[in-house]
């Protein structure tokens, strides 16, 4: 950046071919970084995983509208980010929340079995869940995706999977290493994973691509014509079939590139620091492993536990806690319980926890509904 000028990647000039380069190779780098063979993956950069969230969600509403019901339906899970949630809106009130892993699984078994409000289960639907859960850290199954696809009443249902928290401890080749049991879209988020830059992405599954090719919105860069007067129309990037550059097309305005240069650097950088997400997940994971038996061990004076830890179980398997790195992440979610038995408000242990240096997330619940911080 002190050497180069880098212009808008939106021209010709050679500062702007500059930028297109840069963008173009640090698209592939990033693929590459997360085990995504670019054959059958394509990467669009967005602002942050929201921002992919919403990209998906706004072009299934756009098709929505068009079909028989006037919406798609959506279903996510329990566990979603308030981000996978708000999609719900754009729904019509065709939306299902998932209680558990086991109704997912049933429903991926038989989808006639298990009410989700679906008035047609043919028709088209989008269903969300995040990788990771941000309560319990737990790791959501990543099957899922290739089960639908083998569903043979799912087959106008695609899946979202948010990886913005399960990408910063864990090696995402394990999420692509097969596009025929891969999500068709995943979303993630950069400074997650590195500390900077912010910016995030949505990979998309080739062959899933053409529903994203058909988005109503264009913007500055995603069309190559546009009329305005007399002759409304314009002919939208991306649209000429799967192998085609889909994320011309919904990569709206000019491009965070200054970002984007900055976001190979920090490939580079994590590569030289930590060798691979692998010794990441592995250091994490024991790290995860002693702050739990550590948490576990405190006592009051009394003999009192000091901290109440929580643990996913499933219910055909074994506790998990934090035992294995594919079904826990490196979270540990607990209350604080006080010498007479009570809960310690959450407000109060980020506030002594932030005074003693150590930096929590934390919230609650309101009856059934959540409070985040
Ligand atoms: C699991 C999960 N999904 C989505 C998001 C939203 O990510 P962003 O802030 O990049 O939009 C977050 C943010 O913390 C997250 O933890």
């Known amino acids: 950046m002190l050497t180069d000028l880098y212009g808008n990647p939106h021209s010709e000039n050679a500062p702007a071919r500059l930028s297109s380069n840069v963008v173009e190779d640090v698209r592939a780098k990033t693929l590459d970084f997360l085990g995504a063979n670019p054959e059958h993956f394509d990467f669009v950069f967005v602002a942050n995983a929201t921002a992919a969230i919403k990209l998906v969600g706004e072009v299934f509403r756009d098709l929505g509208e068009k079909t028989h019901s006037k919406s798609f339906w959506y279903g996510y899970h329990r566990d979603a980010h308030t981000s996978l949630v708000g999609v719900r809106e754009w729904s019509n009130n065709q939306s299902h929340c998932f209680e558990s892993d086991e109704e997912v699984e049933e429903w991926l078994r038989r989808p006639a079995t298990v009410d989700v409000k679906r008035p047609d289960r043919h028709s088209l639907g989008l269903f969300a869940y995040p990788a990771q859960s941000n309560l319990t850290g737990r790791r959501l199954p990543l099957e899922w995706a290739g089960h639908m696809r083998h569903t043979d009443d799912l087959q106008n249902t695609y899946t979202l999977l948010d990886a913005a928290a399960l990408a910063m401890t864990f090696p995402m080749s394990r999420v692509f290493s097969n ?49 305005v007067i007399d002759d409304v129309f314009h002919r939208s990037k991306g649209q000429e079939g799967p192998d085609d550059k889909l994320h011309e097309g919904l990569e709206d305005g000019t491009l965070p590139f200054h970002s984007i240069l900055a976001l190979g650097e920090a490939i580079d950088s994590h590569k030289r620091l930590f060798i691979s997400m692998e010794v990441v997940s592995d250091h994490t994971h024991y790290l995860t492993t002693r702050l739990q038996q550590g948490l576990m061990a405190l006592r009051h004076y009394n003999g009192r536990l000091m901290c109440q830890i929580y643990h996913y179980k499933h219910p055909k398997q074994d506790d998990v806690s934090v035992e294995s790195t594919s079904r826990h992440g490196s979270a540990v979610a607990f209350n604080i319980i006080g010498y007479d038995g009570k809960y310690v408000p959450f407000t109060e242990v980020e506030e002594a926890a932030n005074q003693a240096g150590i930096y929590v997330r934390s919230g609650g619940e309101l009856g059934n509904a959540r409070v985040n911080r």
């Open 179 to 227: 596009p025929a049991s891969s999500p068709d879209y995943t979303c993630l988020s950069f400074y997650k994973i590195f500390g900077f830059p912010d910016v995030g992405a949505l990979v998309v599954r080739r062959e899933s691509g053409h529903i994203l090719s058909l988005r109503r919105y264009f913007g500055g860069g995603t069309v190559e014509a546009v009329g």
